[in-house]
């Protein structure tokens, strides 16, 4: 089957098949749910064949995945969520946040998980692009269609509420924060 521009399925499924396990752990993690990251990754999979006409032959298919996915979550699955985006959070974290000491190393994948889950979705998506998959900052702000200071900055921030979070986590273990003495 021949595609607009002579392009076949084989060279579809050659440059983008390797990348599905990879989209679907971004999209479980966006989505929360492995049905909803399945129809995510579906529905890449199906936007990309549509746009594969456009590809570069050579360029990044990885980001190129990637930033259809993050588009498909933003006009869909975000409104199928129904999340309240807060417009000042930037600020009430600021001055929320304090220093807080190293976790322990013995978490859980589920406290990890659960700590991730639980940051705001727009940190969140920054910090899984950046450090689960690796990312530049480029890159992400291609993908995000925002500035890469944005990225960094949301980086930052992510990564604070992290740490803030498993913090919380390793008080439970019998650690001691910072400004309780330390350990």
């Known amino acids: 089957m021949l595609f607009g521009n002579k392009l076949k399925v084989e060279d579809f499924e050659t440059a983008t098949?390797?990348?599905?396990?990879?989209?679907?752990?971004?999209?479980?993690r966006f989505t929360g749910?492995?049905?909803?990251?399945?129809?995510l990754v579906q529905e890449t999979y199906v936007a990309a064949w549509k746009s594969f006409?456009?590809?570069?032959?050579?360029?990044?298919?990885?980001?190129?995945?990637?930033?259809?996915?993050?588009?498909?979550?933003?006009?869909?699955?975000?409104?199928?969520?129904?999340?309240?985006?807060?417009?000042?959070?930037d600020e009430t974290l600021e001055q929320t946040l304090a220093?807080?000491?190293?976790?322990?190393?013995?978490l859980t994948d589920e406290e990890v998980?659960?700590?991730?889950?639980?940051?705001p979705a727009k940190y969140r998506e920054v910090?899984?692009?950046v450090d689960v998959q690796e990312f530049t900052y480029k890159e992400v702000s291609e993908i995000m269609n925002v500035?890469?200071?944005?990225?960094?900055?949301?980086?930052?921030r992510g990564r604070t509420a992290l740490a803030e979070k498993l913090s919380s986590v390793a008080v439970s273990y019998g650690f001691k924060t910072a400004s309780n003495g330390g350990r």
């Not at 098949?17 to 479980?28: G, I």
């Not at 998980?113 to 940051?119: H, K, M, T, Y």
């Open 17 to 28: 098949m390797p990348f599905m396990k990879e989209l679907y752990r971004t999209a479980a």
């Open 33 to 39: 749910d492995p049905a909803d990251a399945e129809d």
């Open 53 to 89: 006409h456009r590809f570069e032959p050579g360029t990044n298919c990885r980001a190129w995945l990637h930033k259809i996915l993050f588009n498909k979550y933003q006009h869909h699955w975000r409104k199928k969520a129904r999340l309240k985006l807060v417009d000042d959070i």
């Open 99 to 106: 220093y807080t000491s190293p976790v322990p190393e013995h």
């Open 113 to 119: 998980i659960s700590a991730f889950q639980d940051i």
């Open 127 to 129: 910090v899984l692009l």
């Open 147 to 156: 500035p890469i200071g944005t990225v960094m900055s949301r980086l930052s």
